[in-house]
């Protein structure tokens, strides 16, 4: 949900092409091969794609590991109504902060999908590309085509989208379709549930009177107003269309394409450098990595004899890692394990090592591998490969608060009844079995409001000429790189001049139609960290957020949650006969303080830990 300041982010090593053995019916989980051109770490939404593509070309052969399992088609996953049931389950990593000493003091959950697919299983299935204006401040900051333009037509690739399926619904829903932005053959099903609860009407009503707009498709590169987004849905079974049904099942038939699952990377390897003695030796640690009940071990499959090195020939000639201060640094491959205590095993790549671990694992395994600031590296005597200072900062996140405004009138269906009204939830799913429609395919909170500062406050000029007045060390954690320092100045300062324009969303509305408008960050100004906290490749990084360290956020959540008093005043949703508790309808700026303290909570899309750009040579 929400546009992000950046998707992914994947950290490629080079080294020479090499034409092998073609492997023939590379089953899931099969026997790891001598080498293999390319390995990605991480079989998530973009360490599939990734993966995908490159095994487009038949000749090369393509490597993709896993530490989740497969999933085995649970409704908790598949059935739209289930939408967030299974965080915290045996396909969430069940990650945790450090204690948030800026909020309340405690820490907070960070649920992160451990499954082939990634967080893809675990997502709220919302499919939203995020704000033209996004995208082109990325080429802006120094990211040739990776504007909008630039990026649309590989947007459309990605899906084959089915409008919704009546007029009159798309017509009450403010549901509008631009067929010049969307595709038709794409791996990815995008759709519409079979079922809408109406007072999502109520409350497009009510941003309509406040000024906010909603007569626009969500994903032509306009977001800030109001719209009723899509889901990765696929339109004739109702079921989630995840990264694994998208990019790996119809594919799995590629004799070049291996994935393997309950596989723990745990370091890149280089040539002629040992970088991470302890994350070798399978008698250190013995940490489980995360809290979940997800476990590698066990699998009863085997991945083949501890391998050797290949042929001299066959590494000879590669070439240096990308951005490498060090000379004919050389990558040759990966180290992985099914747990700690496991022997481990090693995979050999002949061109490139893509790491597409999502923004937490992807930080945390550059620094175990020794790429990362030097001083954190060498803390945990860990050998420095390449000091690069940004590895593991600028962790960026979209943080959210929980309101409770419980809808009364009764003559609205709200999604609790499921749990509440067993006879409604026996006939809704009665009906979903049958048919592929009702209550149980609309589990996603597809009606959405992405509001501009200046639509919803006076103090916008205010706020941004705090920003703006800030210096840029003010917030950040001390002793930063002046690389770093650098970087988040052309952030800043491009944040301050977007978010004064009526075309760029400052925060999110999520509304769950029973009664709760939870609002969420879209543009922080604050910056976290994700460090290691040991040579262990089994213990979790420290994650620290640093939600609203820098207090425009906190600014910007006033201002929401102050609106939300203005929505709920409108005609159309006094019809709801709300309850506003929390927070209270006569709560001041110091009580809603408290209410943001304590409720602040991620929503699930850091980013940033990972710079793209080259080093300078």
């Not at 109406?198 to 406040?210: E, G, I, S």
């Amino acid at each position: 949900m929400g546009s992000v300041s950046a998707i992914f982010a994947t950290f490629a090593f080079l080294a020479t092409c090499v034409q092998g053995v073609q492997p023939l019916g590379r089953d899931l989980n099969a026997p790891l091969l001598e080498s293999y051109d390319y390995i990605v770490v991480g079989c998530g939404i973009s360490g599939l794609v990734v993966a995908n593509r490159l095994s487009e070309d038949s000749s090369v052969k393509v490597l993709c590991i896993e530490a989740g399992q497969a999933d085995q088609g649970e409704d908790v996953i598949d059935i739209p109504v289930y939408v967030g049931a299974d965080i915290g389950g045996v396909y969430d990593w069940d990650l945790t902060t450090v204690p948030q000493t800026q909020l309340d003091g405690g820490v907070r959950q960070m649920p992160q999908g451990k499954v082939l697919g990634g967080s893809s299983i675990l997502n709220a299935m919302c499919w939203n590309r995020g704000g033209r204006d996004d995208f082109d401040a990325w080429e802006a900051l120094g990211n040739p085509g990776w504007s909008w333009d630039g990026l649309l037509p590989y947007f459309m690739k990605s899906e084959t989208y089915t409008p919704v399926y009546s007029e009159e619904i798309a017509s009450e829903y403010s549901i509008n379709y631009n067929p010049a932005v969307h595709g038709t053959s794409g791996p990815v099903n995008v759709s519409y549930p079979k079922y809408f609860y109406p007072q999502t009407v109520n409350l497009f009503a009510a941003l309509n009177y406040l000024g906010v707009p909603t007569a626009f498709d969500p994903n032509d590169g306009t977001t800030a107003g109001a719209s009723f987004v899509p889901t990765d849905l696929n339109p004739d079974t109702q079921t989630r269309a995840d990264a694994r049904v998208s990019y790996y099942d119809p594919y799995a038939t590629r004799a070049n394409f291996h994935v393997i699952t309950g596989q723990h990377v745990t370091q890149v390897l280089f040539e002629g450098i040992t970088v991470n003695e302890e994350a070798s030796d399978p008698t250190y640690g013995g940490n489980v990595n995360g809290d979940g009940s997800a476990s590698a071990a066990g699998l009863g499959f085997d991945l083949g004899s501890k391998t050797t090195l290949p042929p001299k020939g066959k590494r000879s000639g590669q070439s240096p890692v990308r951005g490498a201060s060090t000379t004919d640094l050389r990558v040759t491959g990966v180290e992985l394990a099914s747990d700690a205590t496991a022997p481990r095993q090693t995979a050999y790549a002949t061109r490139e090592v893509i790491i597409a671990a999502g923004a937490l694992h992807s930080a945390q395994l550059l620094q175990l591998s020794g790429i990362g600031p030097a001083a954190l590296l060498e803390r945990y005597n860990i050998t420095v490969a390449i000091d690069l200072p940004g590895v593991g900062n600028n962790l960026q996140d979209h943080c959210l608060v929980g309101t409770f405004y419980p809808y009364n009138n009764a003559s609205f269906p709200l999604p609790a009844e499921l749990t509440t009204n067993a006879t409604f939830n026996s006939e809704a799913e009665a009906e979903y079995s049958a048919t592929r429609t009702g209550p149980w395919t609309a589990g996603s909170p597809n009606g959405l409001a992405f509001p501009p500062l200046s639509l919803i406050s006076n103090k916008t000029k205010v706020i941004l000429g705090n920003a703006s007045s800030q210096n840029p060390t003010d917030y950040l954690v001390a002793g930063l790189d002046s690389t770093i320092i650098a970087g988040y100045t052309a952030q800043k300062s491009s944040l301050v001049k977007r978010l004064a324009q009526k075309t760029v969303a400052a925060y999110e509305i999520i509304n769950n139609n029973a009664g709760s408008l939870t609002v969420a960050v879209m543009h922080p100004f604050s910056r976290g960290t994700c460090y290691i906290n040991s040579p262990d490749p089994f213990e979790p990084p420290l994650i620290d957020p640093r939600w609203l360290t820098n207090p425009v956020d906190r600014q910007v959540l006033i201002e929401a949650l102050q609106f939300n008093r203005q929505i709920l005043a409108a005609p159309s949703m006094l019809e709801l006969q709300v309850a506003q508790f929390v927070p209270p309808v006569d709560a001041n700026e110091a009580a809603l303080d408290q209410v943001i303290d304590n409720g602040i909570r991620t929503e699930f899309h850091p980013s940033g830990t990972v710079e793209s750009l080259t080093q300078a040579s």
